[in-house]
């Protein structure tokens, strides 16, 4: 390829004015042992390669190359000694032929556009932005055309840009179907600017329907369809949350609120009283281990007249609850499901119920091992526990979550599984059932307890339990602020035994059988600390090489200091990712730290 | 032993009680309160809702008539054990509950800012809009008195949690 040599070496005035317009920006690291003009000439003399209106930046060398091909065939000096160094070639920003390019140019606008305190992202009166107009994108109406979007494409995959606000105004949009993606990018925006554009058709917002529901703001003026006579009353149908159109309050807020929240907050543990907390966790801490580990431990606890059975819930919860396990299988369960609307049988009913230990030992064996993870995972858990006084004894509820690690070992009529499907003598049973149908995978469960203390021990009277499809839970509050939040539950960060013990202490004492109506206090003491704080934003790169256990330690770390992500991060790094050594370190040097280093 | 007067039909029994129950919750009809109010053990009941109690019956009802919107259980699952001695029952129950979104109170009233002007399409329409299901667990303990066809306050324990939410809902709970 001797295309390139040869069009330098033989300049012409047109020659000129066509590199002028192809001229491409590249960077040369690594060459500060001699002098930019040394640089240049031996650049120009070993690599035939003329970079011109060259400057000092930072710690590289920019200048412009004629063409692309000169660019690229400056990449192929990349490595090449000078004056006792590797020199570095990078194009820069190359905006016809590589996207990356663009992409790193466009990330800088947005970030250069955002502002982090008041969540706003400021992407009005983009046509009169100097560094957009220098770099070319208005010259072709086809790039012009496709800058507003592609800039919402690269937000979308910025997980730091946390946007509240977002300001679209003075951009000659006429049809909002250039940003059909907004609602994806952004679906909990509060506030959006769309002032002094050319939007005139009401029904292309149609695009918008139930999507935007928290947009609380909405700045139409000078859109030709802020004349329609139905103009109110549309945005007002799309956005159900709208309290502000056009500087003008259209709903009362505080009924707003009233209509779309629950009166009280959802709490993830209710204890009658602290006593009852503190041994109620104890029993389902231990019963559990054992349920995971060794069932027939449990059988001392289950009189001659315990009862202990299944339901099984397959209802589907909808695809729009998190983490759903959208086909689970309940192979292992449903012959002994007792779940009164679905089985008619009185009969099947009656044989359901599991009655003494005996046959509740038969039961338990029959069904899948299991890992629960109450002390690593205490938020996916969610407890109550009251007295039941016509037993003299409690009530304990636990919501949450289970692992199937095996298969059970015997079936439910006590004889040894099957070890090959092939084997088994019950083949009308058989029939249909495909290995799929006994999968092990995760399970969400509801298990009720009734337990009546006895002798320094606890008896239990009652044990139902019910299993259904996997789905992230209601109580905790781990939302995510982006939509894509594909994080596996390992970055659910344990809080350990103590937050569930916290819980617990943190309710309020006075054993009164009847407790006064919803004591705000207790629901904050309650209230567990979020797993992962949604402050705690790392890049995705960053995130991707670390292991759950320093994302644990950055969590714990960000909650404790209140350091924003980068600084927890450094912390974490500079202390050995050793959480006593990195909370030592920021105390001794929490004086001299910037307050720009801390959650905002 | 009430295990022993054991007889037939008591899963249709308590599944007919308990989808009355479910339609009581979904009830708007203020006038309906007080037979709703009348199966709660009004001395002692002990009323747990998403984690937070109740002092009593009539407070989380009242409470429900006039700060939740207009709601739809359907119920899942449902199983129960008689408990030996106690004249009760404990029944673990699963529904799907939906609420309405059009922006409504129970009472039909809504948010909007009356100026004259938004009265066109918006307002006309009452029917409920329901949104994505949430998932619910609901304990109960009754007295055995239901199978003698007896409802009079056998409620002495409701709790009553979600399990699930929709994202897309417009409800919150947190």
Same mark, same amino acid.
């Given at each position: 390829m001797n295309g390139g040599f040869h069009n330098v070496?033989?300049?012409?005035?047109?020659?000129?004015?066509?590199?002028?317009?192809?001229?491409?920006?590249?960077?040369?690291?690594?060459?500060?042992?001699?002098?930019?003009?040394?640089?240049?000439? $031996?650049?120009? /003399?070993?690599? /035939?390669?003329?970079?011109?209106?060259?400057?000092?930046?930072? %710690?590289?060398?920019?200048?412009?190359? *004629?063409?692309?091909?000169?660019?690229?065939?400056?990449?192929?000096?990349?490595?090449?000694?000078?004056?006792?160094?590797?020199?570095?070639?990078?194009?820069?920003?190359?905006?016809?032929?590589?996207?990356?390019?663009?992409?790193?140019?466009?990330?800088?606008?947005?970030?250069?556009? $955002?502002? +982090?305190?008041?969540?706003?992202?400021?992407?009005? %009166?983009? $046509?009169?932005?100097?560094?957009?107009?220098?770099?070319?994108?208005?010259?072709? +109406?086809?790039?012009?055309?496709?800058?507003? +979007?592609?800039?919402?494409?690269?937000?979308?995959?910025?997980?730091?840009?946390?946007?509240?606000?977002? %300001?679209?105004?003075?951009?000659?949009?006429?049809?909002?179907?250039?940003?059909?993606?907004?609602?994806?990018?952004?679906?909990n925006l509060k506030n959006l600017c769309l002032a002094n554009n050319q939007i005139f058709k009401i029904q292309s917002l149609d695009i918008w329907k139930n999507k935007f529901k928290e947009l609380r703001e909405l700045l139409m003026t000078n859109n030709p369809i802020t004349n329609s006579q139905m103009y109110k009353t549309e945005m007002l149908r799309l956005f159900p949350k709208l309290i502000v159109l056009d500087n003008v309050i259209v709903r009362d807020e505080q009924k707003l609120n009233s209509i779309f929240t629950l009166p009280m907050k959802i709490q993830q543990f209710f204890f009658e009283n602290n006593e009852l907390g503190s041994s109620s966790t104890d029993f389902v801490t231990n019963f559990l281990n054992l349920w995971d580990n060794d069932r027939n431990q449990l059988l001392n606890l289950y009189t001659p007249q315990s009862q202990f059975s299944i339901a099984v819930d397959t209802s589907q919860p909808p695809s729009t609850v998190e983490e759903l396990d959208a086909n689970p299988s309940f192979g292992y369960y449903l012959s002994m499901s007792r779940n009164i609307c679905k089985v008619s049988s009185e009969k099947s009913i009656q044989q359901r119920l599991y009655l003494g230990p005996e046959f509740i030992g038969n039961v338990f064996k029959a069904l899948p091992k299991s890992?629960? $993870?109450?002390?690593?995972?205490?938020?996916?858990?969610?407890?109550?526990a009251i007295a039941y006084p016509q037993v003299n004894g409690f009530l304990i509820t636990l919501h949450g979550v289970f692992d199937e690690v095996a298969k059970p070992d015997f079936d439910i009529n006590g004889k040894q599984a099957a070890?090959?499907?092939?084997? *088994? /003598?019950?083949?009308?049973?058989?029939?249909?059932?495909?290995?799929?149908?006994?999968?092990?995978?995760?399970?969400?469960?509801?298990?009720?307890w009734v337990i009546v203390p006895m002798n320094n021990t606890v008896v239990i009277a009652s044990d139902l339990l019910t299993v259904r499809p996997f789905v992230s839970n209601a109580w905790s509050t781990k939302q995510q602020p982006q939509s894509q939040s594909q994080q596996s539950p390992v970055a659910g960060i344990p809080t350990g035994p103590s937050s569930a013990a916290g819980a617990i202490s943190g309710t309020p004492t006075g054993a009164t059988s009847t407790p006064p109506i919803i004591p705000n206090q207790q629901q904050q003491q309650q209230q567990i600390p979020p797993a992962l704080a949604p402050t705690l934003q790392l890049p995705p790169n960053v995130q991707a090489g670390l292991t759950p256990i320093q994302l644990d330690l950055l969590s714990k770390l960000h909650l404790q200091t209140k350091l924003n992500a980068e600084y927890t991060y450094m912390l974490a790094e500079q202390s050995g990712w050793n959480y006593d050594v990195a909370l030592k370190a920021f105390q001794t040097s929490i004086n001299n730290l910037p307050s720009n280093a801390f959650i905002q | 032993?009430?295990?022993?007067?054991?007889?037939?039909?008591?899963?249709?029994?308590?599944?007919?009680?308990?989808?009355?129950?479910?339609?009581?919750?979904?009830?708007?009809?203020?006038?309906?309160?007080?037979?709703?109010?009348?199966?709660?053990?009004?001395?002692?009941?002990?009323?747990?809702?998403?984690?937070?109690?109740?002092?009593?019956?009539?407070?989380?009802?009242?409470?429900?008539?006039?700060?939740?919107?207009?709601?739809q259980h359907a119920l899942t699952s449902l199983d129960y054990q008689i408990i030996p001695?106690?004249?009760?029952?404990?029944?673990?129950?699963?529904?799907?509950?939906?609420?309405?979104?059009?922006?409504?109170?129970?009472?039909?009233?809504?948010?909007?800012?009356?100026?004259?002007?938004?009265?066109?399409?918006?307002?006309?329409?009452?029917?409920?809009?329901?949104?994505?299901?949430?998932?619910?667990?609901?304990?109960?303990?009754?007295?055995?008195?239901?199978?003698?066809?007896?409802?009079?306050?056998?409620?002495?324990?409701?709790?009553?949690?979600?399990?699930?939410?929709?994202?897309?809902?417009?409800?919150?709970?947190?």
């Open positions: 070496n033989n300049i012409n005035a047109m020659a000129q004015q066509q590199a002028q317009q192809n001229r491409v920006r590249v960077a040369v690291y690594n060459w500060q042992n001699a002098t930019v003009q040394d640089l240049l000439s $031996y650049i120009s /003399r070993t690599m /035939r390669v003329a970079i011109q209106d060259s400057f000092v930046e930072d %710690n590289r060398v920019v200048g412009f190359v *004629n063409t692309k091909t000169d660019a690229d065939n400056l990449m192929k000096w990349n490595g090449m000694r000078f004056s006792g160094q590797n020199l570095k070639f990078e194009i820069l920003d190359d905006i016809s032929s590589s996207t990356s390019t663009t992409i790193t140019f466009f990330r800088n606008t947005l970030f250069k556009r $955002y502002d +982090p305190q008041s969540k706003m992202l400021n992407l009005g %009166n983009l $046509y009169n932005d100097p560094d957009l107009v220098s770099q070319g994108l208005f010259s072709k +109406p086809s790039t012009q055309s496709k800058l507003l +979007p592609g800039l919402l494409k690269v937000a979308s995959k910025e997980p730091q840009l946390i946007v509240d606000s977002l %300001n679209l105004s003075d951009n000659s949009i006429k049809d909002v179907k250039s940003l059909s993606t907004l609602a994806q990018t952004f679906p890992k629960h $993870y109450l002390q690593e995972r205490s938020n996916d858990y969610s407890m109550e070890k090959s499907s092939t084997s *088994n /003598r019950n083949r009308r049973y058989n029939h249909g059932h495909s290995p799929a149908t006994n999968r092990l995978s995760k399970k969400s469960f509801d298990r009720t | 032993m009430n295990q022993g007067a054991a007889t037939s039909h008591q899963p249709e029994i308590l599944q007919t009680f308990i989808k009355k129950i479910l339609l009581h919750l979904d009830d708007n009809e203020t006038k309906n309160l007080q037979q709703f109010l009348s199966y709660f053990n009004n001395t002692n009941c002990k009323i747990i809702f998403n984690g937070a109690p109740f002092a009593q019956p009539m407070i989380f009802l009242q409470m429900w008539q006039e700060q939740f919107v207009q709601t001695g106690s004249g009760t029952m404990i029944l673990n129950i699963n529904s799907k509950v939906r609420f309405d979104e059009s922006g409504r109170d129970r009472l039909g009233q809504d948010a909007l800012i009356k100026d004259g002007s938004n009265r066109g399409g918006l307002n006309n329409n009452t029917r409920p809009i329901f949104g994505s299901y949430f998932g619910v667990s609901l304990q109960l303990v009754i007295d055995d008195r239901i199978f003698r066809n007896d409802f009079n306050g056998v409620i002495s324990c409701f709790n009553y949690n979600m399990l699930y939410k929709p994202e897309d809902s417009l409800i919150k709970i947190h």
